[in-house]
């Protein structure tokens, strides 16, 4: 099994910046692609970032690009999201995941196996 757990968020104001943090045990986590969704509420969840297991590969949602930034260190066993600029719409609970590493980085909430159990951030505008 993996277990995955975040921390980092928090209450900020627009413009600010958080950096989430997800530590992962339990298994190798080198052989983990590794992603970050969020939720609001009444809404579904979301992708915002992923990165591959070896860090060559990230992506991102459209709504994120360019003030989102993902990230691992595979020494501590850590995936991290670094949030800048941000909005009032990026107000969710973020969740990181984890999926065994394939050729393709996945984006959709079905194709992560292990989840945390999210972390609150709130923009306030």
């Known amino acids: 099994q993996v277990q995955l757990v975040e921390s980092g968020g928090g209450l900020v104001q627009a413009g600010g910046s958080l950096k989430l943090s997800c530590a992962v045990s339990?298994?190798?986590?080198?052989?983990?692609?590794m992603a970050w969704f969020r939720q609001a509420p009444g809404k579904e969840r979301e992708f915002v970032a992923a990165?591959?297991?070896?860090?060559?590969?990230?992506k991102y949602a459209d709504s994120v690009k360019g003030r989102f930034t993902i990230s691992r260190d595979n020494a501590k066993n850590t995936v991290y999201l670094q949030m800048n600029t941000l909005k009032s719409e990026d107000t969710a609970v973020y969740y990181c995941?984890?999926?065994?590493?394939?050729?393709?980085?996945?984006?959709?909430?079905?194709?992560?196996?292990?989840w945390g159990q999210g972390t609150q951030a709130t923009v306030s505008s």
């Open positions: 990165i591959d297991w070896r860090s060559l590969i990230t």
């Open positions: 995941a984890a999926r065994p590493h394939t050729f393709v980085v996945r984006t959709t909430p079905p194709d992560y196996a292990y």
């Open positions: 339990g298994r190798t986590f080198n052989n983990y692609d």
